[in-house]
């Protein structure tokens, strides 16, 4: 039997807002139906706050031992090892994560039954100002190329700073050629768009202009979960939009919190299939 206890559930996690453990493992289960789709079967890597936000985060990868029997789990290879990850295929498994003040799940690009191929592509824009305007253009300048290149696109705010743009991939590339690819794409925006877009990783070489990071398409690298919370002030929580939404001048990469989540998952209702990168690849070189 599958059974959570919610220890100490009156701790406060998030001091300026009050929120207690319960409140957060409470999320997390209304959460479960949108969320769950979007981490079923892929490794976990746990950002972990024991003592809130205020205090040391944890990341832990590997499964500790006495997490219970009932949580499914894979092991993955390593360099000199191997690493076993929960996997969070079922709602008492995210309340667990959150009772072992797993704040922020984080997963991979790819899934369990075939970890060298990622089914998604991510471009992490990463702005270098608090301009929020500056994050919603670039994320227009990503999807028009996109688009150019017949490839489906979706939008998530980060709970953090910014936006991810993601590209729903059908697993035939590996991770070197998928990272490539982003970085291609990424050059292209740059070079498109110099005075407000780079691909200069040193935040001393950005100055104000926006960083788009490609970093996190690489084998055993992770993202934010989506509805995931976010270990930051008022608790914002990554939120898939739709493209319209964008055009709200109020929207920031805060806008949602755990007090006020998404109403609906926005993309399951897309029914995107993941693309290949042969034809696209073709597309780009004519740029």
């Not at 959570?4 to 559930?9: F, K, L, S």
């Not at 957060?24 to 969320?35: C, E, F, H, N, R």
Request: positive net charge; hydrophobic residues 40%; contains cysteine.
């Amino acid at each position: 039997m599958k059974t959570v206890e919610v220890t100490r559930p009156e701790k406060v996690l998030f001091p300026g807002a009050g929120i207690t453990k319960r409140e957060l493992v409470d999320y997390y289960l209304a959460i479960a139906p949108m969320m769950l789709p979007h981490l079923k079967d892929r490794p976990i890597v746990m950002f972990r706050y024991p003592d809130g936000i205020d205090g040391k985060a944890w990341v832990h990868k590997d499964i500790p031992d006495y997490f219970p029997d009932w949580i499914n789990r894979v092991t993955v290879p390593k360099e000199g090892g191997t690493v076993t990850h929960v996997l969070c295929d079922d709602a008492e498994t995210l309340a667990y994560l959150a009772n072992q003040a797993c704040i922020t799940p984080h997963t991979w690009l790819s899934r369990a039954d075939r970890l060298d191929n990622p089914d998604r592509l991510i471009f992490d824009l990463d702005p270098s100002t608090d301009d929020f305007a500056a994050v919603r253009r670039a994320a227009n300048q990503v999807k028009k190329l996109l688009d150019e290149l017949d490839l489906p696109s979706r939008l998530m705010t980060t709970g953090s700073r910014g936006l991810h743009v993601s590209v729903p991939l059908d697993r035939r590339a590996g991770f070197d050629d998928v990272r490539a690819f982003a970085r291609e794409v990424a050059e292209v925006l740059a070079a498109q768009h110099p005075s407000t877009l780079t691909t200069e990783a040193r935040k001393a070489k950005r100055g104000d202009r926006l960083y788009l990071d490609v970093a996190r398409n690489g084998y055993s690298q992770t993202a934010v979960a989506p509805f995931a919370v976010r270990a930051l002030p008022g608790a914002p929580v990554a939120a898939p939009l739709h493209w319209d939404q964008l055009k709200d001048r109020k929207l920031n990469a805060r806008t949602f919190t755990l007090k006020s989540p998404p109403p609906v998952d926005v993309w399951s209702a897309e029914k995107v299939r993941g693309r290949s990168l042969t034809a696209a690849r073709k597309r780009l070189a004519k740029l």
